[in-house]
């Protein structure tokens, strides 16, 4: 249980995260929490100390004392944990919790200094909420609260916070000119309200990438499309389909542009078409292919629709449950059913993810399961080393189980693997099962994580 009764494991499953490296506790209000995101990932754990105000303070010694002590009962290294009580140490965070502080005790609002800088756009932040505080109108700003338990009178509710970004439809300045040196001559770039599209020439394969979460929301003049650089490095042409925010491509105008290119015959002229995303860009991948009838989509992590009519257990996202997932492009699962081929990489353990890919049922599916490497599957697939090789063998027709299969075998070597592998074993009641994996890890290195897992069992 948490130090003031909610139930600790509904809001780490509540908390949707792939990777914790860095938490905040306000006032220390949270040791339960800490510990427990301590044990699971292994992340850094900050106190930040104000008082009612939102103004920084000192943390009593005596406070501070006990919290440390509670951290060490449960194994975190007094060199993981640090005392922000000065505006200058504050940092950005992937785990924010407020506990009987601000939202419950505090007016919320007397918090807005600290979130404003140590939130990004994927962060998360758990709220005590008192009845009446105006927490809720209040942390609407900041994205979405998934409540774990209503606020009532005499007793105090809790909710997790899903920040999203605040867009900004207008992108970097320079980035039209940089855009179109990108097409050429032979290319194009039209740059429409919320999205833009760039061609660049290159071959008679063509690779139809869309924008991930992360890269929606950058502004930089060296932008490119999502997975610009392996794209040209293999020779092939390019057709990015760029969004300026978290608009999982719903807007009218992407869907004439797409219906312009089909009609003009655009996509014809190449001998092999792939549709190419991840996430946000996954779903827009397994939508938009059928546009051209016969291509390859591959997609990593994808959602089938965000309509909440169809995928009612879908609770992430809020910001883009208005959207229309209406019309020929809007339910991936039964666009697709036009392409050629559909590869759908997901981690089965990821319970949303896998409930999106088991409404990709047609004939033309192959599901790829890659298990505990989280939502962010490409970034772990990444700093593996292995993305490319698969991307390249699927995009070239070639990827087959055993390939795929030998390739994956190295997550048995992946930090993140052998952490996620562990904590399965203990959420399943096998602490022995967790050991042997302990033991196997310290024998190739010396690992704090593991060290301290082995320890507490």
Known sequence: MLDNGFDYQTVLAALDADEVESVADVNGEAPGLAVLLHQR???????VSLDGSGAFVSLPQAKLAEYLSRLEQGGVDREAVRVVDQPNRLRQYDVLM??????????????????????????????EIRKGSGSYPFLKSYGGCNTLKLPEDGCNGLAVLSVEPQEDAEPFEGWAQTAQALAGKEGFFDALEEHSFLFMPRGKTLVVTFDNLDIAMAKREDRRPWGYGFIESQGWSML????????????????RKFEALRDSGFFTQFSRVVFYGASM???AAAAYAA????????????????????????????????????GPFGDAAQAS??????????????APDAAHAARFTGANVRLWRCPLLGHRL???????GILQEIARDAIAGGLTAHQFHRLLRKRHGFPRFQRELANLALDRGHPRLAQRVCDYILRQRDDRFFRRMKARL
Request: net charge positive; with cysteine; glycine share 8%.
């Open 240 to 255: 990015g389909v760029m969004a300026n925010g978290w608009t999982w491509f719903r807007h009218p105008e992407v869907t």
């Open 98 to 127: 407020s506990l009987q502080g601000f939202g419950a005790v505090h007016a919320p609002r007397k918090l807005k200094y600290v979130l404003d800088r140590a939130l990004h756009p994927l962060s998360r932040a758990v709220f």
């Open 291 to 326: 546009a051209a009838p016969g291509s390859i989509v591959f997609a990593i992590s994808p959602q089938s629709t965000l309509d909440k009519t169809l995928v009612p257990w879908e609770m992430r996202y809020k910001k883009v449950w208005d959207r229309d997932f209406s």
């Open 41 to 47: 990932y292994g992340c850094s754990i900050d106190v």
């Open 337 to 350: 059913r036009a392409a050629g081929e559909v590869h759908i990489m997901f981690d089965p353990y990821v």
């Open 281 to 283: 860009g996954g779903y």
């Open 378 to 384: 490409g970034s772990s697939l990444q700093q593996m």
